[in-house]
């Protein structure tokens, strides 16, 4: 099997060498960290999120959080 050369952003390379198991290479740590998952999965996953709820409803109340901007 031939190989590609990848350029990445130096943050996500810092995640995925975060995430490397000792003894595994980073292209056996990206294998295992996308395990078979592809974008369009996750736009469907994220199609079925409810993204218009705040954190006070999402945590029942219990933060107490103060709006960027406002004073506490």
């Excluded at 952003?9 to 592809?38: C, F, M, Q, V």
């Amino acid at each position: 099997m031939g190989t590609k050369h990848l350029r990445v952003d130096e943050d996500l390379h810092a995640y995925i060498k975060s995430e490397r198991r000792d003894g595994e290479t980073l292209n056996e740590t990206l294998k295992r960290l996308l395990d078979g998952y592809s974008l369009s999965q996750f736009a469907d996953d994220a199609a079925e999120l409810d993204l218009d709820f705040s954190v006070e409803e999402a945590t029942d109340g219990a933060v107490d959080a103060t709006p960027p901007g406002e004073e506490p």
